[in-house]
Structures are given as structure tokens and as C-alpha cells.
């Protein structure tokens, strides 16, 4: 299992970014995946996961609304729309493989593949 991201960067307060995880090594719908962040001096924790099988999402109560995953099948690609960026956002996103998610999920938990992360900042 291979996960690649790209696409953080810098933007300002109130500005968009959205980032991208590409799946190698493995069946796309063999694992779910997510979105993980982890910023300066804080744990890691959960932003948004998708079902590869049937589409559900979860989203971290305090980003519903301005981030958006989404999954393309045909490229082996999730991606994290963010908007509406604030300071607090700033971290490190990972994409990883997850548990498996029901089809209105109540949590996310990582299953142990990661991405190698991908800076974001946001400052005017």
C-alpha cells in the first residue's frame, strides 16, 4: 500500500486549498480512506473519511461545512476541499487508509497506511 499527497501549500485566512491522495498497491475499494491532521505541539486527529465502496463520509463536527471529501474511482484518488481556511487549520494532513466506515458513520479511525503528509498554512 502506497499513498501519495499533494496540494497543501499557503493561503490566506478565509482562502481555499485542496489537496490530494493517489492509492497504489492496492484495489481501491479494498480500503476506505481519509483525511488526518496533526498540528504543532497537538495530536493527530481525524478531518474527513470516505467509504470507497458506497460513498459515505464522516467530517470532524467542527469542519462540516467547508471541507468537502470527495473519491474518484477510474484515477484511485480522494481529495480534501477545503474553504473557508482558518489560522487553526494550519497542520500537516496525511491521507490514510481507514477502518471500514458504515453507511452513516459516526467515527474514523486510521488503519495503519499513511501518506507521507503535506504541509498546510494559512496566513495572510
Known amino acids: 500500500v502506497q499513498l501519495q499527497a499533494s496540494g497543501g501549500g499557503l493561503a490566506p485566512p478565509g482562502g481555499s486549498l485542496q489537496l490530494s491522495c493517489k492509492a497504489f498497491?492496492?484495489?481501491?475499494?479494498?480500503?476506505?480512506m481519509g483525511w488526518f491532521r496533526q498540528a504543532p505541539g497537538k495530536e493527530r486527529e481525524v478531518v474527513a473519511c470516505i467509504s470507497t465502496t458506497h460513498g459515505s463520509q464522516y467530517y470532524a463536527d467542527s469542519l462540516k461545512g467547508r471541507f468537502t471529501i470527495s473519491k474518484n474511482d477510474d484515477a484511485k484518488e480522494i481529495s480534501l476541499q477545503m474553504n473557508g481556511l482558518k489560522p487553526e487549520d494550519a497542520a500537516v494532513y496525511y491521507c490514510?487508509?481507514?477502518?471500514?466506515?458504515?453507511?452513516?458513520?459516526?467515527?474514523?479511525?486510521?488503519?495503519?497506511?499513511w501518506g507521507q503528509g503535506t504541509l498546510v498554512t494559512v496566513s495572510s
Open positions: 490514510a487508509t481507514t477502518y471500514p466506515l458504515r453507511e452513516e458513520p459516526r467515527w474514523c479511525l486510521p488503519g495503519g497506511d
Open positions: 498497491g492496492f484495489t481501491f475499494d479494498e480500503y476506505d
